[in-house]
């Protein structure tokens, strides 16, 4: 089973910034688009970013301008940069390797007023 490593998440004031990120075996990355999905108690996991294998991003509208999404093809993971942080972000958030459909176990985001 091929396995996504996320790190990053944690307890943020709202207003403030988190760096995630998800590692995954070079074999899957250099062929998938990544992507990052979210899941809030009770809600149904959503997608908050992708990027191609050629770097095209693209954002969900709820977090356009407060996320950037990257990729390092030598260290084979990808980022998400959270600023201004609401605690409406608060969720667990996963990788995903959009071809292979391979999913990471999830980081937690919290974000508090």
């Known amino acids: 089973q091929v396995q996504l490593v996320e790190s990053g998440g944690g307890l943020v004031q709202s207003g403030g910034s988190l760096r995630l990120s998800c590692t995954a075996p070079?074999?899957?990355?250099?062929?998938?688009?990544m992507a990052w999905f979210r899941q809030a108690p009770g809600k149904q996991r959503e997608l908050v970013a992708s990027?191609?294998?050629?770097?095209?991003?693209w954002y969900d509208a709820s977090m356009r301008g407060r996320v950037t999404i990257a990729r390092d093809n030598v260290k084979n993971t990808v980022y998400l940069q959270m600023n201004n942080l609401k605690p409406e972000d608060t969720a667990v958030y996963y990788c995903?390797?959009?071809?292979?459909?391979?999913w990471g176990r999830g980081t937690q985001v919290t974000v508090f007023s």
């Open positions: 995903n390797a959009v071809d292979s459909n391979s």
């Open positions: 990027i191609s294998i050629d770097d095209s991003p």
């Open positions: 070079r074999n899957i990355f250099r062929v998938n688009a």
